[in-house]
């Protein structure tokens, strides 16, 4: 018998009664495969690019992991080219279709299309992947985008209705004086949010002095934070952090931190998910880090199948601590396309540069911009009313080996200045990245 709601949850999408001990995990990974062979064979039926991209592959075939090194991938530029040939359902079925800019380019965007059946899934998902975290009666601030039906604000607050509590979702996540006096208002008992919103609101609220004892627990989404700003959601709000993982190809759910905050157990009813080397496309052992793959098992408007996700991260090894047979998906690490090459060939990625400038106890968020023709890395920094840590933060920088090198052998250039000053932040709703400006034209 299980307790789990994860495990009801999957007890119920495995059409097995809610309270039966959850499966094995090699029984749980061969319900996965056959569901994988059915909508691999719904799709070179029903969908034009993988009639012809399946085309030769013995689907039949497919039972293990290992199995799927020899089907092609599919990759973002491929949705780009010609999404309606992606569908396996009639334009009448589609409930939502979202429309995905390519980041930091010109070309055209991503389109992905649900259907009313996907969506519900993906309530059903944050229903019981929050049902840990809010009790009924409670409410839940919740700093999430497009409340309009079929997008995440609404499908979220669907869920936690389900549940029997009530979601607040505030208008502009960029206020966070705004979000400080809805979380004080309302009496929240859970926060969620992107992570760089929840460290501005414990930095603002530790600058005031503010003790509250109301919020059980925080749910970070989108970015990965340093261990100082862990450390200091932590303290101000006294509670228990949880992490998710998502994105708009998964469906919006992915994976949710476990009580025992071992790992995000995967949301593996509706998808199967490897872990490859992303030089070579072979898969990793868990435990090792690489680019996400993901096929679905559940969608039924626009199946994927091995799409490479362009995000970071590992699957943990062996079996959680709370006896749940779904994998667990460790700490997401960015993207593999979120960095720049410094004069000199050093790499650097956002988190590097959240681990040296958040650590500074006035600093809310900030944003960067490169410009490899000038030699030139700016930073724009928002930070707590009334501060001034410029100097500081730039000393900081400087010290770091990999832009010391770069300063001390390649002449790169390092400027910092105050942004936003008045309790509002830079970042909103989308994910942060590194802005690389491109070379001036030549007249």
């Not at 979000?179 to 609101?201: E, F, K, R, V, W």
């Given at each position: ?148 039906p079929g997008g995440v604000g609404s499908l979220f607050s669907e869920s936690i209705s389900l549940i029997g509590g009530e979601t607040i979702l505030p208008v502009n996540p960029s206020y966070i004086s705004t979000l400080l006096n809805l979380l004080l208002d309302t009496h929240a008992s859970c926060i969620l949010g992107p992570a760089i919103q929840i460290h501005a609101l414990a930095r603002m609220l530790e ?234 034209a030549s007249v």
């Amino acid at each position: 018998m299980t307790d789990h709601p994860l495990g009801k949850w999957l007890n119920m999408r495995m059409d097995r009664a809610p309270e039966l001990q959850p499966v094995s995990v090699q029984e749980l990974q061969d319900w996965q495969f056959d569901r994988l062979r059915q909508t691999m064979f719904q799709a070179v039926r029903n969908c034009p690019f993988y009639h012809e991209r399946l085309a030769g592959v013995q689907i039949g075939a497919v039972h293990t992991p290992a199995d799927l090194e020899h089907i092609p991938f599919t990759t973002a530029d491929d949705l780009r080219s010609g999404p309606e040939n992606f569908l396996c359902a009639s334009q009448d079925e589609v409930a939502r279709a979202v429309t995905l800019a390519s980041s930091g380019s010109s070309g055209p965007p991503k389109r992905l299309f649900f259907t009313a059946g996907d969506l519900e899934r993906t309530i059903e998902f944050f229903q019981y992947g929050m049902s840990p975290m809010i009790k009924k009666d409670e409410n839940i601030l919740a700093i999430l985008p497009d409340s309009r039906p079929g997008g995440v604000g609404s499908l979220f607050s669907e869920s936690i209705s389900l549940i029997g509590g009530e979601t607040i979702l505030p208008v502009n996540p960029s206020y966070i004086s705004t979000l400080l006096n809805l979380l004080l208002d309302t009496h929240a008992s859970c926060i969620l949010g992107p992570a760089i919103q929840i460290h501005a609101l414990a930095r603002m609220l530790e600058s005031k002095g503010i003790t509250i004892n109301h919020v059980r627990s925080v749910l970070l989404c989108w970015d990965v934070l340093p261990q100082a700003s862990m450390q200091t959601i932590s303290r101000v709000f006294d509670c228990e952090i949880f992490s998710h993982w998502g994105m708009t190809e998964t469906c919006l759910g992915g994976g949710v931190d476990c009580c025992g905050g071992s790992g995000m157990h995967l949301r593996e009813p509706d998808f199967f998910l490897e872990i490859i080397n992303p030089a070579t496309g072979k898969q990793v052992p868990d435990g090792h880090k690489g680019e996400i793959v993901i096929s679905t098992i559940s969608r039924r408007a626009m199946p994927l199948i091995r799409y490479r996700a362009g995000d970071v991260g590992c699957i943990m090894p062996g079996q959680c601590s709370c006896g749940l047979p779904l994998r667990r998906l460790g700490a997401v690490e960015g993207r593999l396309d979120d960095g720049i090459i410094l004069p000199g060939g050093s790499r650097m990625d956002l988190n590097e540069f959240n681990n040296i400038i958040l650590a500074q106890k006035d600093i809310l968020d900030f944003t960067v911009e490169y410009q490899p023709d000038e030699l030139a890395l700016s930073f724009k920094l928002d930070v707590l009313p009334g501060s001034r840590p410029t100097p500081e933060v730039k000393q900081m920088l400087m010290e770091y080996h990999k832009i010391k090198q770069a300063c001390d052998n390649h002449n790169l250039n390092i400027s910092t200045r105050l942004a936003k000053q008045d309790g509002t932040i830079h970042s909103g709703f989308g994910k942060r990245s590194i802005t690389v400006k491109p070379p001036k034209a030549s007249v």
